[in-house]
């Protein structure tokens, strides 16, 4: 089973600043990684699909970048509905497994 | 626009077996070629995938989870369904179904039900 390790926890930061979230896996996973975002009483909503490849609909201020173990998302300006937690999760081999999650508060 | 719909009992006893169902709306189960999937979050927790279910009847679960999950599919109905033995307090959480992005592709999860809280208790 792949283990994802996601970090920091809890990441503070104010409107406007840029966000940095990683994702390290326990094995190589190739470029199928995956990225969530969750807002409270929600469900997950797709941001990225390989490791790069944003979801329809979703602004290009999130991006994703990483390949093999070491995995990025960045939120270039946040924006006051982007404070949420994010997920990775990989789909390179089962069974699928997530991140313990990454929150976004606003500083 | 596909809609996926969790239907099932809000509270459960320790022991007893969680059967939960996924309504699919706007797409056909049985013309398609995902991997429907079911996830769970405990209160305040992160995600855990429990299982998928290809469209060939293909299975795929948790290790940890593996010897009391039963996923199957009614394609009559145009759902799926979920069913949890040997409950546990540790089984409380809000369940979803989903389905991926794109057909033979298992873990890009772009639809989601709303999710349905289930709660382990006497």
């Known amino acids: 089973e792949i283990v994802l390790t996601q970090s920091p926890a809890t990441l503070s930061l104010s409107p406007g600043e840029r966000a940095t979230l990683s994702c390290r896996a326990s094995q190589s996973v190739s470029s199928y990684l995956v990225w969530y975002q969750q807002k409270p009483g929600q469900a997950p909503r797709l941001l990225i699909n390989d490791a790069s490849n944003r979801a329809t609909g979703i602004p290009a201020r999130f991006s994703g970048s990483g390949s093999g173990t070491d995995f990025t998302l960045t939120i270039s300006s946040l924006e006051p509905e982007d404070f949420a937690v994010y997920y990775c999760?990989?789909?390179?081999?089962?069974?699928?497994?997530f991140g313990g999650g990454t929150k976004v508060e606003i500083k | 626009q596909l809609q996926l719909q969790e239907s099932g009992p809000g509270l459960v006893k320790p022991a007893e077996t969680l059967s939960l169902t996924c309504t699919v709306s706007g797409g056909s189960i049985s013309s398609s070629r995902y991997y429907w999937g079911w996830i769970r979050q405990p209160p305040g927790k992160g995600l855990e995938w429990i299982g998928s279910m290809s469209y060939n009847g293909d299975t795929y679960f948790n290790p940890s989870l593996k010897s009391r999950v039963t996923i199957s599919i009614d394609t009559s109905k145009n759902q799926f369904s979920l069913k949890l033995s040997s409950l546990t307090a540790a089984d409380t959480a809000v369940y979803y179904c989903a389905r991926p992005s794109q057909q033979l592709v298992g873990g890009v999860f772009d639809s989601w039900g709303q999710g349905t809280l289930v709660t382990v208790s006497s």
């Open positions: 999760q990989q789909r390179s081999n089962w069974p699928l497994t």
